[in-house]
């Protein structure tokens, strides 16, 4: 057995420590602890709950004591566009605001009044999300000036938990260009842009590549979990460590990222900020070694989990899956990108509401939601691809599917006959996998992301889906 590796995936639902080693050439991976995550409604407000994750971080470290499994190193991915201000004695300035809290609304004409929308993309190349750090920062300017007014530092929350695990700041480069402030041709944070918003320049960190050593754990966590090791960054936004571990063959590219979000596109070595890029909102982000993922982001899973909470989480997601393969006949559709279904007070009533507002026939049972839900993500995936196509000028005869989403043959195969191509499922852990698959490399056991990539295909099984004639 080689030296062990730690990847802390932090999705925006749960959380998972995952340790990773290499046997005769393949990559072998084990779950060894896994945790709940989620924004919490205080005083009307959704915020993170920082401390928790710590706690939760910490916890699964203590796992690999007690296995006498030690990691050579860790490194954590999260989601993007979230993050903290802190002070000068690297304490929280305020609340941790989540993604999907309502203060960001109208915060986006305030940013226009600075600068135009379209010039903004073109500068930036990020898609309009109102939740995108650059809405949150605007709100924190108008809304709790204190609050940014005593911030020293800005750390996006994977950055902050490497904060926590080792008492040194550092800012990595893929989950900073989320925020629509990073300049893709400097690669760095665009100070010109930051100050024109108001925002104040100093708060933010030169960013750094995926690959960088952060520090040792510090004496105190060192202590707490048992061990010491290196902390690296790796390509933090969880969508890029995803987009790492995709098994493509040759140039074929074409992705969907699938879990709480769907995000779907293709890897670019230059920014597309056109107008047709613009008004289809695909979105630039970026990736390991440069790489830009083109991509669009879909409601996605969101839309079924929230409908399972909704029902007491009585049935699992096969079960949901099967109960819409049973009422497949059912007609209606939503539009899955639509703004109503990113945070409604009920997931149910809105999809209800949204078919009967179109005059369509109303979902009734568990079943026709289901069927809803994934009817409408698939043919949102088929007129992606039709864009992508258009934007880019190229085909494709594949799509690759990774991330937990892909685990849901019945939605697979919906995909695959929307979009007309063959459909290559997995892995299902694409994030952890790219997580570590940045500390492998830096450790030289693998040489770089092409061979990574090679290893990922000989080391998971892919399933096929073809489609079918309907």
């Known amino acids: 057995m080689g030296e062990f590796y730690l990847a802390v995936d932090i999705g925006a639902s749960s959380g998972r420590h995952m340790l990773f080693t290499i046997e005769d050439g393949k990559i072998l991976m084990d779950e060894i602890y896994r945790f709940e995550n989620g924004m919490k409604s205080v005083d009307g407000k959704l915020l993170w709950d920082t401390k928790s994750l710590f ?29 903290v201000l802190l002070d000068e004695d690297g304490n929280l300035t305020g609340d941790t605001f989540g993604y999907r809290d309502h203060r960001t609304n109208g915060m986006d004409a305030e940013v226009y009044k600075v600068i135009p929308e379209d010039e903004l993309y073109k500068r930036i190349g990020i898609q309009k999300a109102i939740f995108n750090t650059i809405y949150q920062l605007t709100a924190d300017r108008i809304q709790r000036p204190e609050a940014l007014a005593n911030a020293k530092t800005l750390l996006m929350i994977p950055d902050y938990l490497n904060f926590l695990l080792t008492g040194n700041k550092a800012s990595e480069y893929t989950n900073a260009t989320t925020t629509g402030l990073v300049n893709p041709a400097t690669k760095q944070w665009d100070y010109e842009l930051i100050e024109m918003l108001g925002f ?31 902390v690296l960054q790796c390509a933090s936004h969880d969508t890029a460590s995803a987009v790492m571990s995709m098994p493509h063959l040759g140039d074929e590219g074409l992705y969907i990222s699938s879990g709480t979000w769907s995000l779907m596109g293709v890897e670019n070595k230059n920014v597309l900020s056109r107008d047709c890029d613009r008004q289809g909102n695909f979105t630039n982000e970026g990736g390991y070694d440069y790489r830009y993922r083109y991509l669009k982001n879909i409601m996605g899973l969101w839309m079924i989990q929230q409908v399972r909470h909704e029902a007491n989480d009585a049935l699992s997601f096969a079960e949901y899956a ?91 195969q919906l995909t695959a006959d ?16 790219g997580n570590a698959m940045v500390q492998m490399i830096e450790a030289g056991e693998l040489a770089d992301l092409v061979s990574a ?18």
């Open 200 to 230: 104040p320049k100093e708060i933010f960190l030169e960013l750094k590549l995926p690959g960088n050593e952060v520090g040792q754990l510090s004496n105190q966590v060192t202590e707490e979990v048992g061990f010491s090791c290196k």
């Open 322 to 412: 099967e109960l819409a393969s049973r009422a497949k006949s059912f007609p209606s559709l939503v539009d899955a990108n639509d703004e109503r279904f990113l945070s409604p007070r009920n997931m149910t009533e809105e999809i209800k509401k949204a078919c009967e507002e179109s005059r369509q026939q109303v979902p009734g049972t568990s079943g026709e939601l289901a069927a809803v839900i994934y009817k409408s993500l698939a043919k949102c995936y088929g007129n992606t691809i039709t864009e992508i196509r258009s934007n880019t000028g190229r085909d494709y005869e594949a799509l690759h599917i990774i991330g937990g989403g892909c685990k849901n043959a019945y939605l697979n």
């Open 418 to 433: 929307a979009t007309g191509l063959v459909v290559l499922a997995g892995p299902s852990e694409a994030t952890a996998i």
């Open 453 to 470: 990539r090679e290893c990922v295909r000989e080391s998971f099984n892919i399933e096929i889906f073809n489609p079918q004639n309907n």
């Open 55 to 83: 706690e939760e971080i910490k916890n699964g470290m203590k796992k690999c004591s007690e296995m006498g499994r030690i990691p050579v190193s860790m490194s954590i991915d999260t989601w993007g566009v979230d993050y």
